[in-house]
């Protein structure tokens, strides 16, 4: 099923906002969506949640190997909003970090150098997009030296984490101007129809990632066409 970002958070609204928290995070009631949604593959959403924090690097990297195939497909997870605000506030050379299916390394690299990876590289992207070079690294501990790129953008990734103080420690290590990050305004809930393990309903909920620390010049942060945009400025030494 392909369906916008924008349509998404659409439906996002109405499950998440109108529906009782009872219903919503009852089994026997969204077992049948699941099951229609995602098949045999439905146990593997349900269970993910309980399952996530005892699973190896490799487990939790085939998790999202198998379930490929019956994710929402679409170009980027990201809104209008998001993408536009970041290729006006991307500058010098770029590494996004969590790039899926490529979307946005894409349209970055119309002018800025570009490096993207993820935990997994599919090997039509290459081809897809030859002007991108990509990688296949983990978040939790990145190859690239210390402040190797002008900008690093992480969008749609940290829910995805199991550490995420680890992660955002390694974004700021390799960025050297500005860091770029987008979440979703999501409520947490047991079941969803995704695989995140973080959930960002409320301001301060990011900025508990993002608590200041050496090299941080500036902070903003806003709900940029229904999900948060962070972006933070970088000392130059």
Known sequence: MTISRNVALV??????????????DSRWFMWL??????????????????????????EFRRVYEETAAVHLRRPTDLNAACIAEILQSTS?????????????AGLLAANHHVTACDMAIGPELPAQFPEVAFRQETLAGLS???????????????????????????LRRVARRR?????????????TFDL???FFPLQCMVFDCFRPGPGVDAQRLENLGGDWYYQEDRTEE
Request: hydrophobic share 45%; proline share 5%; glycine share 6%.
């Open 11 to 24: 439906i996002h609204f109405l499950l998440d906002e109108c529906l009782p928290p009872i219903l919503r």
């Open 33 to 58: 969506p699941f099951r229609m949604l995602f098949g045999r593959r439905a146990a593997t959403f349900m269970a993910f949640k309980d399952r996530a924090h005892l699973l190896t690097e490799d």
């Open 92 to 104: 010098g050379s770029v590494l996004e970090v969590g790039c899926g299916r490529g979307h946005l």
């Open 144 to 170: 690239f030296a210390d402040r190797s790129f002008d900008t690093v953008v992480c969008t749609h990734t940290l829910e995805h984490v199991l550490d995420v103080h680890r992660a955002v420690a390694e």
């Open 179 to 191: 860091l770029i990050v987008v979440v979703p305004r999501q409520r947490p809930y047991r079941f």
């Open 196 to 198: 995140h393990l973080r």
